[in-house]
């Protein structure tokens, strides 16, 4: 299956990549800033999951973001759409096959911390796995002799203070903090909120299956997640989220995602911490 995708792809394209970078719900503007070299639609690729969600457009960007060579990929397939974990987080394995070294991934999560405000962007310093996967490829081997152990620290505290960094420079407030993954697609209820509020920060539907394949790769990893709504279960009124209200927010304040991602970028490019 891996072997299948890589050839398509690197006979479309020839370059290494240092950097790997998903965009998630509501955040696939930033690839209109990449010098794009190949662009290859998911379903060009054998084996590759195409996505059904909302705002997810299902393409692969090869080029150059702040002269820094990077693959994007223009949306995500997410669990609960069907496929298996294996096929799910094919391109991760793919983007690291190319010769990429680094993943930045992008979310949009619910908050679930009361101190946090729509609008808020999140970096990912730690997350709490909660979609009960019988085995995240590639752990379900069957060989436990040959089962990659995946690091505590997942995400890159380098990549974390680049990225706070440039959020001082630009002068916005920046959140940090846990991301607690659901398989989803329905969202939490009260009693879910309740309990999510004394776990982590947000809450979302994506991102760790392919933040434990990256680190089973080698690849240091840095998380952003854009907070769409806040979550208040004791509220007398439930403000309530659909697919729609979440793709609205994310795109009102990209731009702050996209500042982040060029601060790890630069950081990448002047520090040589891809390396």
């Known amino acids: 299956m891996l072997q299948d995708a890589l050839a398509v792809v690197r006979a479309r394209w020839t370059c290494t990549p240092e950097v ?12 209109d800033e990449i010098a794009a070299e190949q662009i290859i639609p998911y379903r060009e690729i054998p084996h590759f999951p195409h996505s059904t969600a909302l705002a997810h457009k299902g393409n692969f960007i090869c080029g150059r973001i702040d002269d820094v060579p990077v693959i994007v990929m223009q949306g995500r397939c997410h669990l609960y759409e069907g496929y298996p974990v294996e096929q799910a987080t094919l391109p991760v394995r793919v983007m690291q096959s190319l010769g990429a ?12 911390n009361p101190l946090f405000e729509v609008g808020d962007v999140m970096i990912i310093e730690d997350h709490i796995q909660l979609m009960f996967l019988e085995g995240l490829a590639p752990f379900s081997t069957g060989q436990t002799d040959r089962m990659p152990r995946v690091q505590a620290r997942l995400y890159c505290p380098k990549l974390v203070d680049a990225g706070l960094k440039a959020a001082r420079e630009l002068g916005f407030a920046c959140q940090r903090g ?14 879910e909120y309740r309990m999510f509020r004394r776990m982590g920060d947000v809450v979302g539907m994506s991102t760790v299956p392919e933040v434990l394949v990256a680190a089973s790769c080698g690849l240091r990893v840095f998380g952003i997640s854009t907070v769409t709504n806040i979550a208040r279960p004791d509220a007398i ?3 309530e989220v659909d697919a729609e209200h979440v793709v609205k927010v994310a795109q009102k304040v990209q731009h702050k995602v996209r500042a982040l991602v060029h601060g790890v970028l630069a950081a990448i490019r002047d520090e040589g911490l891809a390396n």
């Open 101 to 112: 070294k680094t993943l930045i991934v992008s979310n949009a999560a619910g908050g679930v």
């Open 178 to 191: 846990v991301y607690v993954a659901v398989t989803g697609p329905s969202y939490e209820t009260r009693a």
């Open 20 to 31: 790997a970078i998903i965009l998630g719900t509501g955040l696939g503007d930033l690839a």
């Open 237 to 239: 009124v439930r403000e």
